[in-house]
C-alpha cells in the first residue's frame, strides 16, 4: 500500500482502491448507485434540470437529512447548454440554500457564467465552494481565488501548458485535483501536479490532505482512512 493517500474531489467512476479516496458524483435520483463505505456528492446538474423539478429538490434534502452525502453537486451554470439559465439559476440558488443549511461543501459546475458564479458566492460567504476541472486563465483563477474559491484541476494539467502554469502559481492551501470522466487516473495526475511544482508526490498528498480535512471535515478524511487500513 501507498505512502500517499490520492484523493480524487470529483469523479463519475465507482472504484475501489486500498490508496484512492473518491467522491462519486451522482445525480438526486441515483440512490441506487450509494454503497457503505464510498463517499458522494449529489445534486441537479444544469444539464439535467427538468421542467418539474422540486421532486429532485426533496430528494437531495433527504441525503442532506441522513447525512448520506458529504457535498452538493456537481451544480452550477452553463450558458452553452439546452437548459433556460433562469431556471438553471433559480434551481442552483434552491440548493446553495439547502448547502447552506446542512454546511455542506458545493461542487461548482461553471461554463461561461464566472460573473454570475461570483455574484452568488458574494452572497453565500460561509459556503465553501469549489470550481471542477478549472481549465481558464491565471487571471480568472485570480479572481475566483480572492473570492474564497478552491479550484480543482483534472486531465487538462497533463496537455495544456497554461493550465498547468495556473496550477504552478496556485496557492498550495486552494487546491484539489479530480478525473471527473476522464480514463486518466488520480495517480497519474498527482504525478504531474508534483512535477509541475517541483516537490515529491507525498508532499503534494499532504498538502491536498490537509485541503480535504478543512473542506469536507476531519470526520470523513479519519473515517475513510481507517476503512482503507482496515481493508487491508
Known amino acids: ?17 486500498p490508496d484512492i479516496i473518491q467522491i462519486v458524483s451522482i445525480e438526486c435520483s441515483e440512490l441506487h448507485r450509494m454503497r457503505e463505505g464510498k463517499l458522494f456528492s449529489a445534486g441537479i446538474h444544469p444539464w439535467q434540470i427538468p421542467e418539474s423539478f422540486e421532486h429532485l429538490l426533496t430528494d437531495l434534502e433527504t441525503l442532506l437529512k441522513a447525512n448520506s452525502i458529504i457535498a452538493v453537486g456537481e451544480i452550477g451554470l452553463d450558458k452553452c447548454c439546452k437548459t433556460s439559465f433562469a431556471l438553471q439559476d433559480v434551481v442552483l440558488k434552491m440548493q446553495l440554500q439547502l448547502a447552506e443549511k446542512y454546511k ?21 460567504q460561509n459556503l465553501k465552494l469549489i470550481i471542477h476541472s478549472f481549465n481558464k486563465s491565471y487571471e480568472q ?28 502559481r496556485m496557492p498550495f492551501d486552494k487546491i484539489f ?17 508534483a512535477d509541475i ?18 473542506v469536507f471535515g476531519e470526520k470523513f478524511t479519519n473515517d475513510r482512512k481507517q476503512q482503507l487500513e482496515y481493508q487491508n
Request: hydrophobic share 40%; aromatic share 8%; charged share 30%.
Open 1 to 17: 500500500m501507498s505512502s500517499v493517500r490520492y484523493y480524487d474531489i470529483h469523479t463519475h467512476k465507482d472504484f475501489d482502491s
Open 104 to 124: 455542506k461543501p458545493v461542487i461548482i459546475h461553471c461554463v461561461k457564467a464566472w460573473q454570475e458564479i461570483i455574484a452568488i458566492k458574494n452572497n453565500h
Open 141 to 168: 483563477a485570480e479572481t475566483l481565488l480572492k473570492k474564497g474559491f478552491f479550484l480543482s484541476f483534472g486531465a487538462a494539467i497533463l496537455k495544456n501548458d497554461k493550465i498547468a502554469e495556473v496550477l504552478r
Open 177 to 193: 485535483l479530480e478525473t471527473d470522466t476522464s480514463s486518466t487516473g488520480i495517480v497519474e495526475l498527482y504525478k504531474r501536479a
Open 197 to 214: 511544482r517541483s516537490i515529491k508526490v507525498e508532499e503534494l498528498g499532504s498538502l491536498i490532505e490537509d485541503n480535504f480535512r478543512k
